[in-house]
């Protein structure tokens, strides 16, 4: 079965010939290290991963050596893999009068995710990542003047989460046409402890924006991963009622249960995580890697309808060793039918 083949199965929650895997992002240090080059469409092919995720590129004005204004009027730092926004150009409403939304229709913003279907688009799965309601107008206010325009400038905070869908539903549309299969839409909606708004408010204001997007894409022909860290389960009904296909990364900081996800919902949604990136792929010894690895087959394996991969990303502190560990552990204990008796006991 074809790398590709074997997601797409997985999404649609039946069973491949195994397990597949794919991140998010994988640190080029991480990259080099394993296989003494940087790049992530080869290393990808050389480790046989599943499939790769790939996101619209976005023009950069450099300030400095460390900071960056991007189209949308963002300034942000480049202090490590995760560019963080340091400046935000809408406060109020004046401010959202002048804004200039990026042009969807470019032709350099698809310029790396045809590079990458290109490369590897026959064989694997090009994974595209797009943002929802969230991020954006996080990203534009900043996160405290986003927060508070929940309760002082909601009208506001909701144009630009429909700027946000009609962004993001006219890029799906582009992709569409280059031949895109699968969105993941990774806007964070919470912390290890909980929600970082009240359901009621989430449902209120962010959740038709949210849903009419899934919508979009769906009618669209896509399938759509929605990615968010944290504890969630004040909404979980509500995301799955979306329509989405899939849920990442069922945060084990977040105090998210994968048995009990896959008991509950599993005949819903797929499933991907979550082996930990935190720990047990940084500093725990690669036996432990196995196990963890051996320890979510068991919980979310069973039937099919689940994707292994890292609880968020293989970023720059991971310990190569370890993610080879976890790469060979999966073609080992992740072959269907499922051999329960190495695995332990089924839940």
């Not at 204004?69 to 340091?86: L, T």
């Not at 991020?135 to 996160?143: A, E, H, N, V």
């Not at 969105?183 to 919470?190: L, Q, R």
């Not at 069922?250 to 995580?273: F, S």
Request: with cysteine; net charge negative; aromatic share 8%.
């Amino acid at each position: 079965m074809k790398p590709k083949e074997r997601v797409i199965k997985t999404l649609q929650r039946e069973e491949p010939d195994r397990i597949p895997t794919f991140e998010w992002i994988i640190s080029p240090s991480v990259i080099e290290k394993m296989t003494g080059q940087r790049d992530e469409v080869k290393f990808i092919e050389l480790m046989d991963i599943d499939g790769m995720a790939v996101a619209p590129n976005m023009k950069k004005e450099v300030i400095d050596s460390r900071h960056y204004r991007d189209e949308w009027g963002i300034v942000r730092a480049s202090y490590d893999e995760y560019p963080m926004p340091v400046d935000y150009p809408i406060k109020d409403e004046e401010d959202l009068k002048k804004l200039r939304v990026p042009d969807p229709d470019a032709d350099y913003r698809f310029d790396d995710i045809k590079r990458v279907m290109e490369a590897i688009g026959d064989t694997r799965a090009v994974i595209i990542r797009l943002r929802d309601v969230f991020s954006q107008p996080r990203d534009l206010m900043g996160f405290e003047g986003f927060l508070m325009g929940f309760y002082t400038q909601p009208d506001v905070v909701e144009r630009l989460m429909e700027i946000s869908v009609d962004y993001s539903t006219r890029l799906a549309r582009n992709i569409k046409e280059l031949g895109g299969e699968i969105i993941v839409v990774g806007d964070d909606i919470a912390d290890n402890k909980d929600l970082l708004i009240s359901p009621e408010m989430y449902r209120k204001m962010v959740l038709p924006h949210f849903k009419r997007l899934i919508q979009n894409f769906k009618a669209l022909g896509f399938y759509v991963i929605k990615h968010t860290d944290g504890n969630i389960m004040k909404v979980i009904e509500d995301l799955i009622d979306t329509g989405i296909d899939c849920l990442d990364p069922i945060d084990p900081l977040g105090g998210m249960d994968l048995e009990y996800m896959k008991k509950t919902y599993g005949d819903r949604i797929c499933l991907k995580g979550n082996v930990d990136c935190v720990s047990t792929l940084v500093d725990k010894k690669p036996e432990d890697v196995i196990e963890e690895v051996k320890d979510c087959i068991r919980k979310a394996g069973a039937g099919g309808g689940y994707i292994i991969s890292s609880s968020n990303s293989i970023h720059a502190g991971i310990n190569p060793v370890n993610y080879k560990t976890f790469l060979d552990a999966i073609k080992e204990y992740g072959t269907y039918p499922l051999d329960w008796e190495r695995l332990g006991d089924k839940p």
